[in-house]
């Protein structure tokens, strides 16, 4: 069964009150992933991939730090949580472990270490061009695979990725078993398994992205207010315009391909491609949350009900993978433009 998520329309069309912002609109998708049993001839969160049998799985050499979770604990630990969720409060027998997840509990060698060597990276999205149109990939490629390692690394606060692209009408015989870490940094870095309701949205560049000319004119309320007529209107009292754009008009939060980045955790910084030089453009976005807060400006209007903080069911929908990026940041893969199969870089928003 599918299921739609359906964002709602800016309170304001933006690029009537400031024309400059109309040649600067990109397409974006949001992925709105929800928890679920993809296969590998979906487009995923944390599904299994389409991946050849004769090709290596893809492993990191490190160097590692930390690892201090079980993955065999993460999952069943998890199905324990989902179950529970499922059921009302004082069910019996929901939290208890079901025979299947005592077996893997009890096949665990509790003193093992992690082996020694690179380490065998865990998927993290698959998604197919027919679903995700605003991808561009290389070649007669079809299908872009993200993996990433589980564990930290000492130059950086998040995890490293590894991106590829393939024809999926090449994959004829399919990698059922592959390899898998002992230990992993911790959940946060363990995908949820999650299928996706694509969106195609419009987004315009970040309020420090723009000219210093345009800033402001955004800041100016006196020029919302004149474009509005009527000084009345909700969106056109804004106290900080400029926030107003920001949290409501210009880059959407949550999972999502292509579009513009958002800023914040540090100002614009340039993305030019290692290998060309070319300056990168946004692949995808891996958010911690699918939105900010209680505004509803980036709730779907399927999930508004579960709009208060206070609900679970708002809590779970707000983080349906699971995934934590430092200390509920953005993790932000870019690609080049001119070449979509050179190496791509990743920033931390």
Partial sequence: MTFVRTTSPRPVDVTAVFPQLAPLARPAIRLHPRPGAPTPRDSSVGGPLLWPAEEPWPH????HEGGGEWLAVVRVERSVRARAAAHPEGTPGVCAHT??????????????EQPAGPIPMLPVAQLYVCDIPVLRPPGQADLLQVLWCP????????????????SAAAVTDLLTSPPEPLHVEGEEYVPVPCVLAPERITEYPHFLELSEELRGQLSDRSR?????GAPDSSWARAPYPESFYRSDL???????AGGWPQWGYTDPAPRQCPACDAAMEPLLTIDTFEWQGAGHRWIPYEVRAAGSPDDDRHRAMRRPTGVQIGGGHKQQLYACPAEPGHPHIELMQ
């Fill in 99 to 112: 025979p299947r997840e005592r077996a893997v509990l009890e096949r665990i060698d509790w003193d093992a």
């Fill in 60 to 63: 990191c050499d490190g160097p």
């Fill in 250 to 256: 210009s880059v959407a939060p949550g999972w999502k």
């Fill in 224 to 228: 919302w207010q004149a474009a509005d």
């Fill in 151 to 166: 564990l930290d690394h000492p130059e950086t606060c998040m995890p490293r990725s590894a991106v590829f692209w393939r």
